[in-house]
């Protein structure tokens, strides 16, 4: 049996991490760590784990995590992993990082959109975890940098179809909605219900700093540098993420040609699942669950190219994805622990 722990264990992808872990029968869920919450029992966080969870929050100590842990999960805000990762490296335990520290093989792409790095050397040695991807390289990666939400939801259409040359690089835009939890759970005036609720905005428009992650995958997928316009928008509901991306074809490719692409892409990949009715996926198709749907239309008079797709932003965009990457750095079935039915309503 796997010991695993988690570092950030009480924000929201911490607490997703949780409820996925805490059913998974190859792995014992050993160590949380929380600054903010050190000492306190975890279901008096989130009751919902009341008599299935029966761990106490800790201070974030390095030796502990490796006495107890194998995998070590980093549920953090941006810059503290790359403080306590060296450390977990350096001790042979395997790190699957939520945040943004190691998502980028290159740490000079890392530093024009957050911060400087302090572990440059562990970045580069770091495998982008989008499982469908990239699953060879993870299988025997030391730390994944877990995708975020947003460019997970706006790789897993458009891979397929750059890599097989069907649609225009240079005309992609991204149109990305999100609900609140995305924000995650530290207090902010812009996620208070009376700011959010019966409304609906863009923000950080063509300025998102996931814009540079999206742009160094697909930019790797085609041998050539990819600009995308992004847009993220926020929704009044606590999760879900809807993604429609726009983009020019190549040729005069028929729905079937599409439906091909992606589906024989994703054949066998449980988690994606492509429709070939043109019907649009919705969010609650996919609620507490590790799927991406995806949708398409041609519009023929114009020769572009409809996406759209949705996730769990707290699963597939967060704790699931980490919990699959779990799953391939194992070599056991990539959907163990990770089964769960979508609500019908």
Same mark, same amino acid.
């Given at each position: ?14 607490? @997703?991490?949780? #409820? ?5 029968? @190859? ?13 306190? #029992? ?48 350096? #001790? ?71 890599? @097989? ?32 609720? @019966? ?147």
């Amino acid at each position: 049996m796997t010991k695993v722990g988690i570092a950030g264990a009480t924000g929201y992808a911490g607490a @997703e991490l949780i #409820r996925l872990l805490a059913g998974h029968p @190859e792995v014992e869920l050993t160590v949380l760590t929380s600054r903010q919450y050190a000492g306190t #029992r975890i279901h008096e966080i989130y009751p919902s784990f009341t008599g299935v969870v029966e761990l106490d929050c800790e201070a974030y100590d390095p030796d502990a995590m490796c006495d107890r842990a194998d995998i070590v999960f980093t549920a953090l805000p941006h810059t503290i992993p790359m403080e306590i990762v060296p450390a977990l490296a350096a #001790r042979g335990k395997r790190v699957i990082d939520l945040s943004a520290d190691f998502r980028f093989s290159d740490p000079a792409v890392y530093e024009t959109v957050y911060t400087r790095h302090t572990a440059k050397d562990l970045a580069a040695s770091g495998v982008y975890g989008l499982c469908e991807v990239f699953s060879e390289e993870i299988r025997s990666a030391g730390i994944v940098g877990n995708p975020g939400c947003y460019p997970t939801s706006v790789l897993l259409p458009l891979v397929p179809l750059l890599r @097989e040359k069907l649609i225009d690089p240079s005309t992609i835009i991204a149109d990305s909605k999100s609900g609140v939890s995305g924000a995650g759970r530290s207090p902010s005036v812009v996620s208070l219900f009376s700011e959010v609720a @019966e409304s609906f905005k863009a923000y950080k428009v063509a300025s998102h700093r996931h814009e540079p992650e999206m742009e160094a995958v697909l930019s790797r997928i085609a041998n050539d540098p990819v600009d995308i316009t992004f847009v993220p928008h926020l929704v009044p509901m606590s999760r879900g993420m809807e993604t429609t991306v726009y983009a020019d074809l190549t040729g005069d490719f028929s729905d079937a040609d599409i439906h091909s692409c992606l589906s024989s892409y994703y054949d066998g990949r449980r988690f994606v699942r492509v429709s070939g009715s043109g019907r649009p996926p919705d969010t609650r198709s996919v609620r507490g669950t590790n799927y991406c749907d995806i949708a398409f239309v041609v519009d023929r008079s114009r020769r572009r190219l409809i996406l759209l797709s949705v996730i769990d932003n707290l699963v597939k965009g967060a704790a699931g994805q980490a919990v699959q990457n779990m799953n391939i750095m194992l070599q056991i079935p990539e959907d163990t622990g990770l089964g769960q039915m979508p609500y019908p309503l």
